[in-house]
């Protein structure tokens, strides 16, 4: 791996702060030149991605990790394509720096302007992703920023040659290579760093499981936007259309099981459990799904497991899924207000008047209507690539793009103007 010389978290992660305030200054055509670089970079890395990917999943295996992991982590020539084309993606959007918020000009002439710009340093601590080494570098760098990561041991090989092709392309651009940093070789101890780095990294995005989440939450003196765990929930309602009901539930289950859009659990209306729950869970059951299920579900479907009260709670992150027969769309909000995370939810409706309520009081980041819950990405949305999706609601909520990597400052104006 190219790395900086710089013996210590804390230098490479002062290397960066320096590069950073030369990247602020890039204009959008150098940015956009920078990204198409580190693009063909990672297309050209390709067979050296591809090889020490397999060394990571041949040693995740060995350690037993967790399905779901390993095919967040399982990279092949697709996937990498797929990653370069992302950042071409981001390339091509408008550059998010110095737009004019908002402006005013004062009744002493004092002329006033809130314009975008980059928050500095960009930190990142994630585990077994290594899309996120390039989702994060190109949109950090694509508004202006420098970034630091820390992407676990699961992918340290594969996290590796990633950046050192990205390092690359940015060296052969004449742009300081340190703008890009990893602490991964210095294992926990570059997490803990990267936490304490107050002053240093401006923003800190944690992705990855519930525990690693509340982990940099907890102790990070670092600011976190928090990306949280998702318990997603649809909900059938009384009018869903049987067609739309299970191409969407199938659909938000089983095209990518192990991710935090895909849901978990599913409420029925009472009303329309007779004629949706035996097909729904039929079809799931032919994808590969496990419904774990409430005793309604079971007496109206064969081969369903009975669902605990843990159940609701769960983030699968597997081919398992949690079904309820709920009395109405009252006991369906109830239900999601006790146990969602607030990162997705949808209706299921033919009825507006019940997609209008639900829209209105589930207060999660994305509510959809008659939608797969897994259009909840940064890609899906148009922003290119993302850096996670937000479950809190200061700064940034939902899939974030570029304008959430960029913060604000006020810009004034005189002609010798003073206070009285």
Request: glycine share 8%.
């Amino acid at each position: 791996m190219t790395v900086t010389a710089a013996t210590t978290p804390r230098e490479r992660m002062l290397l960066a702060k320096d590069a950073a305030r030369v990247v602020a200054l890039l204009d959008d055509r150098r940015k956009r030149a920078l990204l198409h670089a580190m693009a063909d970079a990672i297309d050209d890395a390709t067979p050296v991605i591809v090889s020490a990917n397999a060394e990571d999943l041949e040693r995740g295996r060995s350690d037993g990790l967790s399905e779901a992991l390993q095919d967040r982590l399982r990279l092949d020539a697709d996937r990498v394509s797929a990653l370069a084309n992302a950042v071409r993606d981001v390339a091509a959007l408008p550059d998010p720096v110095g737009r004019v918020l908002d402006e005013r000009t004062l009744a002493n002439g004092l002329r006033l302007q809130k314009v975008s710009v980059p928050f500095g340093v960009v930190g990142s601590i994630y585990e077994a992703r290594p899309n996120v080494t390039v989702d994060i570098a190109s949109l950090a760098l694509r508004a202006g920023n420098a970034v630091v990561l820390r992407g676990g041991s699961a992918a340290e090989r594969t996290n590796a040659t990633l950046v050192s092709a990205m390092r690359l392309a940015l060296a052969e651009q004449g742009v300081d290579p340190e703008a890009i940093q990893t602490v991964d070789d210095f294992g926990r101890d570059g997490a803990r760093e990267l936490m304490r780095a107050r002053g240093i990294v401006d923003v800190l995005v944690p992705r990855g499981s519930a525990a690693l989440i509340e982990t940099v939450v907890t102790e990070s003196t670092v600011p976190v936007i928090e990306t949280g765990a998702g318990v997603v929930h649809i909900m059938l309602d009384a009018s869903a259309p049987l067609e739309w009901a299970r191409d969407i539930v199938v659909n938000a289950k089983v095209q990518r099981p192990s991710v935090c859009n895909s849901v978990e659990t599913v409420l029925v209306h009472r009303a329309a459990a007779p004629r949706l729950v035996g097909p729904v869970v039929s079809a799931l059951q032919e994808a590969g799904v496990t419904v774990h299920g409430d005793a309604a579900v079971a007496e109206l479907a064969g081969g369903v497991l009975a669902a605990t009260d843990a159940d609701w709670s769960v983030e699968h992150l597997s081919l398992d899924l949690s079904m309820r027969v709920v009395d109405d769309l009252d006991a369906a909000l109830a239900h999601i207000r006790r146990y969602s995370t607030h990162h997705t939810e949808s209706i299921v409706t033919a009825d507006d008047a019940q997609a209008e309520r639900f829209l209105a009081e589930v207060d999660s980041a994305v509510v959809m209507v008659n939608a797969s819950t897994r259009f909840t990405d940064g890609g899906e949305f148009g922003f290119g690539a993302e850096v996670g999706i937000s479950t809190q609601k200061l700064h940034a909520r939902g899939p974030m793009g570029l304008a959430e990597l960029t913060s604000t400052k006020w810009l004034a104006r005189g002609s010798g103007q003073v206070r009285a």
